[in-house]
């Protein structure tokens, strides 16, 4: 299934019906059926639009003004029922959970093969066939709002692939996936390839392509800036990659090593152990002490509690045992006072008219706290986007305004749900710095990620979750 577009222009409208700057720029494009295309740049740069622009999500779904022409295996996008796109063409959101209709894993991927009226049996076959190929048989029966995000990210995938589409595009795709999860998701483009199905992939995360991929699209503020083949894109140095923003080819490894000795001990656990209800411990704790600062990563396998132990660190949820701060009592009322988080869905944390008017909820009123919020936008790149509404924003700037905002209380532990999630390399840079400087002025930083680069540029510790096991760890890094 060809796709095409030519001098295709893509505005979308504000809340007064004002043209906002295009989205998308004069886009000439020729992708031929079967070929697997990563489009690239940094976070805002157009890749989200592109994809709407392929699912027809543009301009049925989103008030644009489109230009030029999109064409879909010979006839515009613009033409085609919603029927028959959804049949022709998969999406895997960049937020999973805005594609869900329903409550248990069963039943999404039985969804969209139940409204396209296909035989009991046949869906039956075919939701095995999908469970299996991106790993979540073992999670059939279980019910969507207690997934993790890799295991929703994995859910999404194989949704999307119900209706066996010849067009599959993918927004952000490795966002909160493990290196398990990584794999599949590269077998999976793979196999798809090999059957002749177009893949469009939108991703900062280059490495688990290498190999897969047949071109790269660099896009700079909504134009092509780049259009280069995977054997060239093998031969480019360092250099270009860091140049274009964009992350590294080829994968950083790690190995552990017994942590070093620090100064000043902070959070103290002992004797606790976490399980949902009527569930098997997810990890037991029989004494783990972290330093009262520094840059922590939490790490793990998809579904092996990494959110939850944070939680019970911050006191969102309860739990047997005692955590204390050094060797003083720090209560569950202390720990939610004085602790920030980015949440994995941080969106849910936006609640201000413009990104302005978030930086200063909560914070007292004066020229200090203005200062610092000038100083923060500044720190994540989002100064020239103050007078947005927050939820205008890409995943990428989204995560940095919630990173930002972490760092406006001044807490004593903040701590951040993958928190590099839609961020390019620059970026991803930029808040490795941030987070570097709030550590060094005596805060704990506590990460849960997947990202190995930003665990290479950001970290000297981890706690490793595995096997019902939680461990702190040194980083002892070797790149490949």
Known sequence: MVIEFTEATVSYFGDDETLLPAALSGIDLVIPAG???????DSGCGKTTLLRCLNGLVPHFFDAHVTGSIILDGVPVAQLP????????????QDPRSEFFTFDVASELAFCCENFAMPSEEIVRRVGEIASEVGITDLLGRRIAGLSGGEKQKLAIGSAMALNPRVLLFDEPSANLDLDGLDMLRGVILDLKGRGVTTVIADHRLSYLDGVIDRCIVLETGRVTADI??????????????????????????????????????????????AHPRCAPLWRIDELTLPASGVIGITGANGVGKTTLMKVLLGLLKSRGRIGWGERTWTRRQRIRDCALVMQDVEYQLVGESVWDEMLIGSPPGPATEARAVELLARTGLEELRERHPLTLSGGQKQRLGIALACMKQARVICLDEPTSGLDAGNMQRISGLL???????????????????????????VHIDDHQVVLEKLARKEE
């Not at 070929?35 to 740049?41: A, E, R």
């Not at 570097?436 to 950001?458: Q, W």
């Open 436 to 462: 570097r400087d709030v550590a060094g002025d005596g805060t704990l930083v506590l990460v849960i990620t997947h990202d190995a680069e930003f665990i290479e540029s950001t970290f000297d510790h981890t």
């Open 35 to 41: 070929q697997s295309v990563l489009v690239t740049g």
């Open 82 to 93: 919603s029927r028959d796109l959804a049949s022709r063409v998969g999406t895997v959101f």
């Open 229 to 274: 083949t995977s054997d060239r894109l093998g031969q480019l140095p360092d250099a270009w990659f860091a140049d274009h923003g964009l992350r590294r080819l080829h994968r950083t490894e790690f190995r552990s090593a017994p942590p070093d000795p620090f100064d000043q001990a902070g959070p103290r656990i002992r004797d606790i152990q976490f």
